[in-house]
T-cell receptor
């Protein structure tokens, strides 16, 4: 499968623990996005990378959240001191070029905080 | 405010019936709109975009700026159309790039 890959697919963690998710975009895609999806809602934008630069962060992204894309390839999303409200599906998407090109989504990481 | 509204959480039809999934948006600029689909156990994928004005899997969608709508239509539903459908609005980020604002989604169930 040469699409966007996310790991792990599922994560169960205790409240207060830190978690890290990984996203491998489609190779040569320079744009990378993180979204969060809660039950009954559509995906909500969290942050955007152009190559290794993080160019936009949503107000949804509290100080406990941090994302990196160190070499402009894969990206990680870390949540510190997890709370039950962090339980959601975390989606990664990538796209290429400029303008409104198609965003390709990964299958997501489902986080459950107990 | 930038917003996408999909008023129906569930749309249930019989095979062969026409389908219309409603989408309304709020955006002060010139909108670019998309429909994404998620089949069971699969990832979210693009179905169609308004600028291409094409028909995909028999689905079409017309942008109506006067009514701020982008409804998805298909004249004869098939069982394999059963899925979750999301309407999305593309908005500009810094540097001229874009993010998607999604509606809450409509589940289409097509019964035999």
């Amino acid at each position: 499968d040469t699409g966007v890959s996310q790991n792990p697919r599922h994560k169960i963690t205790k409240r207060g623990q830190n978690v890290t998710f990984r996203c491998d975009p489609i190779s040569e895609h320079n744009r990378l996005y993180w979204y969060r999806q809660t039950l009954g809602q559509g995906p909500e934008f969290l942050t955007y990378f152009q190559n290794e630069a993080q160019l936009e962060k949503s107000r949804l992204l509290s100080d406990r959240f941090s994302a990196e894309r160190p070499k402009g390839s894969f990206s990680t999303l870390e949540i510190q001191r997890t709370e039950q409200g962090d339980s959601a599906m975390y989606l990664c998407a990538s796209s290429s070029g400029t303008g409104n090109t198609e965003a390709f989504f990964g299958q997501g990481t489902r986080l459950t905080v107990v | 405010a930038q917003r996408v509204t999909q008023p129906e959480k569930l749309l249930s039809v019989f095979k062969g019936a026409p389908v219309e999934l409603k989408c309304n948006y709020s955006y002060s600029g010139s909108p670019e709109l998309f429909w994404y689909v998620q089949y069971s156990r699969q990832r979210l994928q693009l179905l169609l975009r308004h600028i291409s004005r094409e028909s995909i899997k028999g689905f079409t969608a017309d942008l109506n700026k006067g009514e701020t709508s982008f409804h998805l239509k298909k004249p004869f539903a098939q069982e394999e159309d059963s899925a979750m459908y999301y309407c999305a609005l593309s908005t500009s980020l810094s540097g001229g790039y874009n993010k998607l604002i999604f509606g809450a989604g409509t589940r289409l169930a097509v019964h035999p």
